[in-house]
């Protein structure tokens, strides 16, 4: 079972998850990150690094988020894999904690 990345990292995109991530399964998009499903290793280590509170591991996301366990597999697919931490997006403040932002995802 594998950890995915939820509608609270678009538009903030922190990054210190990434640091801790020994099997390098984030995948970088222009205002969203995902966990590829395949290459995660269910440490569990990127969930507690995560300033938005936006991963979880796949059986404990509610209805209303079931749709990022599809998006991260798709999206990890079509994006480059993200090893290294990097500043969060320049309004993230602003964003972390705002509901439904599924629409305002880039890819």
């Not at 995660?40 to 209303?64: H, R, S």
């Not at 999206?75 to 931490?85: Q, R, Y």
């Amino acid at each position: 079972m594998a950890f995915v990345v939820t509608d609270n990292c678009i538009q903030c995109k922190y990054t210190d998850c990434v640091a801790v991530c020994p099997a390098d399964a984030f995948h970088e998009g222009p205002n969203f990150m995902v966990i590829n499903p395949i290459e995660c290793i269910d440490c569990g280590l990127c969930e507690p690094e995560c300033d938005a509170q936006a991963i979880f591991q796949e059986d404990e996301l509610t209805d209303d988020q079931q749709v990022f366990i599809e998006l991260n597999a798709e999206l990890a697919e079509e994006w480059p894999v993200l090893t290294e931490v990097k500043p969060a997006m320049e309004e993230a403040e602003k964003w972390n904690g705002v509901p439904n932002k599924i629409d305002m995802l880039e890819r």
